[in-house]
């Protein structure tokens, strides 16, 4: 669930007297961690970044991008960029998308 609601939980669980050791949760969104994704997008336009071309290939189409290296991810920049790809981890749930290195390293 949102952020908010687990912290509060988490707390609410504390108060009653249960044991912090017995509490175990999982965030899939911080307010702190997009705090610093903002903050490393504006380092990122300030540099000289290294630039790496991206082809994106899903069914019939491919879309290429231009991905810093301190950028974003290669599925962010791909959907801000319109292309419309299966994905879950942005709902807590990972392996739905995938990617290969057919040419170049990471």
Same mark, same amino acid.
């Given at each position: +669930?949102?952020?908010?609601?687990? #912290?509060? +939980?988490?707390? $609410?669980?504390?108060?009653? +007297?249960?044991?912090?050791?017995?509490?175990?949760?999982?965030?899939?969104?911080? *307010?702190? $961690?997009? $705090?610093?994704?903002?903050?490393?997008?504006?380092?990122?336009?300030?540099?000289?970044?290294?630039?790496?071309?991206?082809?994106?290939?899903?069914?019939?189409?491919?879309?290429?991008?231009?991905?810093?290296?301190?950028?974003?991810?290669? #599925?962010?920049? *791909? #959907?801000?960029?319109? *292309?419309? #790809?299966?994905? $879950?981890?942005?709902?807590?749930? &990972?392996?739905? &998308?995938? &990617?290969?290195?057919?040419?170049?390293?990471?």
């Amino acid at each position: +669930g949102p952020e908010e609601m687990i #912290l509060s +939980g988490r707390d $609410a669980f504390v108060e009653a +007297g249960v044991d912090v050791k017995h509490l175990h949760f999982e965030l899939f969104y911080s *307010a702190s $961690a997009e $705090a610093k994704k903002v903050e490393r997008q504006k380092a990122v336009k300030q540099s000289n970044d290294t630039m790496s071309k991206v082809t994106i290939k899903l069914d019939a189409t491919a879309l290429q991008i231009d991905l810093g290296y301190n950028g974003d991810t290669i #599925l962010d920049a *791909a #959907l801000q960029n319109g *292309a419309d #790809l299966p994905y $879950a981890c942005k709902g807590g749930v &990972c392996a739905t &998308c995938k &990617c290969k290195v057919e040419k170049g390293e990471v």
